[in-house]
């Protein structure tokens, strides 16, 4: 068994959510990182509108924590939920950097995690504040083909950053 493997075992906890269930919510305090096993989870902002901002899906093989929760202690600034019934293991991050600590490759496995995460958000943020509604749909269609088809045309407008019913127009000129 691989030490990560090991701290898992030692450290992590399996939780089982349904569709709905929260791992946390905007402004709550949560440290833990998140791995996908099974299932879908949806990460959110509620804006000060009240409305939902989607700021990724995390499928199968994922790893997601609330940064400003992970790094610092803040509340987290997004909520993370179940859009199908999703098996994760919670493993808190203070495990894991102290494990890192006398680990080079948990310190590997951790540099390699905050990269990644890195690497999403500035691809993200490129995607919001740079390309057309458009090209962010036909973008999702063309990398994220198999997240698309599971979750609803609402959640799909919202990743976008658009109405359902701009989606729906947009769809038609798409498929013509």
């Known amino acids: 068994m691989s030490q990560f493997q090991e701290l898992v075992v030692q450290n992590g906890r399996q939780i089982t959510l349904e569709i709905g269930d929260h791992t946390f919510m905007q402004g709550d305090n949560d440290s833990n990182v998140y791995f996908v096993k099974s299932g879908l989870l949806k990460a959110y902002y509620i804006r000060a509108d009240g409305k939902e901002h989607i ?3 995390l499928a199968e093989g994922s790893i997601i924590g609330s940064m400003v929760a992970l790094v610092d202690g803040d509340p987290c600034t997004f909520s993370l939920v179940a859009s199908e019934p999703t098996l994760a293991i919670a493993l808190p991050y203070k495990a894991l950097a102290d494990a ?3 680990d ?3 310190a590997n496995a951790l ?4 990269s990644t995460y890195g690497k999403r958000k500035e691809q993200r943020e490129y995607q919001l ?3 057309s509604a458009e090209d962010r749909y036909e973008l999702m269609m063309e990398t994220m083909p198999e997240i698309a ?3 609803s045309q609402a959640d799909m407008a919202a990743y976008i950053g658009i109405t359902p019913q701009a989606l729906s127009r947009i769809k038609r000129r798409v498929n013509r």
């Open 149 to 151: 088809d599971r979750i």
């Open 100 to 102: 890192a600590q006398n």
């Open 55 to 57: 700021k990724s899906f």
């Open 111 to 114: 540099v390699g995690f905050l």
């Open 129 to 131: 504040l740079s390309l």
């Open 104 to 106: 080079i490759s948990l």
